[in-house]
């Protein structure tokens, strides 16, 4: 008989944070360890495997085919895994619950963070809406919503400031000038930007600081989502301000203009707990505190 082979669920881990993140560097503070620790751990799972399961270039780990067919194992794995410790735990969440959250968190990756999460809690059922971060910060005591995820640009002191609110802090990142990889501007034209409507905090943030700075700008598209921007600015119509996750496939960062100011990192929270709020709001949002981040 063949000796038993079995997949280490922590470099099954190391794969997906490694395929989500584009690299060792990026998912080496989520998984709690050292580039060259993640590194070995993938290694050691292409050992088991016997096929790679990276290529690394200088922009970051592609994940090969055998990697791809990997990477749909490993998720529904440790889905189980999660699912059978909960159960375990007697902490299998029931119940209906309104989430709202920012339209920059993590746009490629919330519809697959959304779907695990239903599968690792099925008796769970999350209704989720889309909104600005201005609007969520002010519904935060009373909305429509029991949670709500926000993003906040860290600005002044802000940026180094210990949160005392009550929020939970899931991940911090920075914010870039981008455009398409083709886009180019006349030296002496105008800056066209690609933004969302005014109720957008980033968007008024963005005018604000080029104001300040005393560079000439025209909007020259606005969107109604981040779907929209990211094909707006895909189609070559301007320049924009994002955060790391939100900057889709063939979105450069746009270093063509030095004049263009510095930017600063965005923080996104879950918003802190209202009083008298229900023990399944508290769970989820201690539970959305560890899938999210």
Known sequence: MDK?????????????????AGSLSAAAPQLCRSQSAVSEQIRKLEEVCGL?????????????PAGERLLVHARKLLELN??????????????DLR????????????????????????RLRLHVSIRKSALIEQDAAGGDFDIGL??????????????SDGRISLRRE????????????EESSYLPLVVLPATCSLQRFII?????????????????????LQAALAAGLGVSCLNASAISSGI???????????????EFSLMPPRAGEASLVTEVREMLAQQLA
Not at 6 to 19: E, G, I, K, N
Not at 52 to 64: D, E, I, Y
Not at 213 to 220: I, M, Q, S, T, Y
């Open 82 to 95: 999660e699912i059978a410790y909960q159960d375990m735990q007697g902490a299998l969440l029931a119940g």
């Open 252 to 266: 450069n960062r746009f270093d063509a203009a030095p004049k263009l100011p510095p930017l600063p990192d965005v």
């Open 99 to 122: 989430l709202a959250i920012t339209d920059y968190f993590r746009p490629t990756a919330i519809a697959g963070i959304l779907k695990r999460l239903r599968a690792q809690y099925p």
């Open 208 to 228: 604000r600081t080029l104001t300040s700075h005393e560079v000439p700008f025209v909007v020259a598209h606005s969107a109604s989502g981040i779907g929209g």
């Open 52 to 64: 790679p399961l990276f290529v690394r270039g200088k922009k970051g780990a592609t994940l090969t």
């Open 150 to 163: 926000s993003m906040r640009i860290l600005e002044g002191d802000e940026a180094a400031a210990e949160r």
């Open 4 to 20: 038993l082979r079995r997949l280490d669920l922590d470099l099954l881990q190391a794969l997906v944070t490694v395929a989500d």
């Open 174 to 185: 920075p914010l870039s000038w981008v455009a398409d990889a083709a886009f180019t501007m």
